[in-house]
């Protein structure tokens, strides 16, 4: 891959990346405020106490959320997603490069793309209201609703790395270095 076009894929990698270590902590601090909910709720309950709240549950699933979101491009540049094998194991490896290409030009990109575009303005409509959950003590809605073009921005991107890194591999008959596919074998979240 020439000089400017590895860049462009080095760094859309890199912001999947950075994005993916976002969700891998994410699950933690997800386990831990679920672990104290459930705690929470027994131990509350038998001293008298509410130790849980509606904000804490919530959070939960906001985070669940943003693990959720921020994992669809890294999910994709592991080859991590869901695929139909059936007929592609009997094709030819280039003949598989050739339908993954046009999957990723004539559906996933104009998807990832086309949800961004369609979630942006409630978006910004909850950040304009400060849109809050209807529960006693829930949490904003803002960043959460922010979360949806930002997840699905992430995955469009990271589909043009993979388009841009199939071409290559089409043109020239060969797949780009390891340079310009950071952390290949590195499988976990």
Known sequence: MNGRLAGLVRMLDGINAAAAWVARWSVLLMLAI???NVVGRYVGSAI????????LIEAQWYLFDLIFLLGLGW??????HVRVDVLQSRWSARRRDRQELRSLL???LPFAFGVMALSMAPALRAWSIGEMSPDPGGLPRTWLKSLIPVGFLLLGLQ???ESLRLRWKLMHG??????????????GL
């Open 34 to 36: 679920g672990f104290w």
């Open 48 to 55: 008298g106490v509410n130790l849980s709240s509606n904000g």
């Open 75 to 80: 999910t994709l540049q592991k080859n991590g």
């Open 106 to 108: 004539l559906l996933l």
């Open 159 to 161: 589909g043009v790395a």
């Open 174 to 187: 060969d797949e780009p270095s390891d340079d310009q596919h950071p952390a290949q074998g590195d499988k």
